[in-house]
């Protein structure tokens, strides 16, 4: 976890393994390290073995946004001859969003960037896509609307939850809601509370 002068961020590299034991079924997902301009953050890519290790499915993406499947043969021939030197199509498109005409990659492959996470290679599919974090996730150290949404106290669960559970302490919920300053109060308040108690129980 790096923590910057305006957001944080949560690399993952290094290589995963997640097999079914039941049909002997195997992915082998490489996540990217992003580098010191952190063009490949989020990246990742692999495949998805049969049990006599045949390549059945390349996979890529960026598994923060969209994660991509397609055949493997035609993968393999993409960044072939993306290493390669030359362009296997126009089509590419930027992380930022910029228009591939305008811009070359670092290994001068017009239309193409190692930075990509959307390679448009024909017959590719989205098999899994994040939903993108609330305007105000930056208010919440950059929490998804589910992170956020753990500690609320719904109609569902109101009549379930434990007197001693932590989301029904008003410190808790003022420190949610950004009120630090009457949290510290509150605090403050309840040590004396609990050691007058403790006094009296001893006494």
Same mark, same amino acid.
Request: proline share 4%; with cysteine.
């Given at each position: ?26 992915? *082998?997902?490489?996540?990217? $390290? ?12 692999? %495949? ?51 228009? =591939?005409? =305008? $811009? ?12 990509? %996470? ?17 305007? %105000? ?16 106290? =719904? ?40 050691? %007058?108690?403790?006094? *009296?129980?001893?006494?």
């Amino acid at each position: 976890m790096h923590f910057g002068f305006t957001k944080n961020v949560d690399e993952k590299y290094g290589v995963q393994e997640i097999q079914n034991h039941n049909t002997k079924h195997k992915a *082998v997902l490489n996540y990217k $390290q992003g580098g010191w301009f952190g063009k490949d953050l989020n990246k990742v890519d692999g %495949y998805i073995y049969s049990p006599d290790k045949q390549k059945l499915k390349a996979l890529y993406g960026s598994w923060v946004k969209e994660l991509y499947a397609v055949n493997p043969a035609e993968y393999d021939e993409f960044m072939k001859e993306l290493n390669s030197g030359t362009s296997p199509s126009q089509s590419a498109k930027h992380l930022n969003g910029a228009s =591939t005409s =305008t $811009q070359t990659s670092d290994h001068n492959i017009s239309g193409k960037s190692p930075s990509t %996470y959307d390679l448009e290679i024909p017959g590719q599919e989205v098999i899994w896509k994040g939903i993108s974090r609330p305007e %105000y996730s930056q208010e919440y150290f950059s929490f998804t609307l589910f992170t956020m949404a753990l500690n609320e106290i =719904t109609e569902e669960n109101a009549n379930k939850i434990p007197p001693t559970d932590c989301r029904l302490r008003p410190d808790i919920r003022l420190l949610e809601q950004g009120q630090i300053g009457i949290t510290r109060t509150y605090d403050e308040k309840l040590r004396v509370n609990i050691n %007058y108690t403790i006094i *009296v129980i001893i006494h």
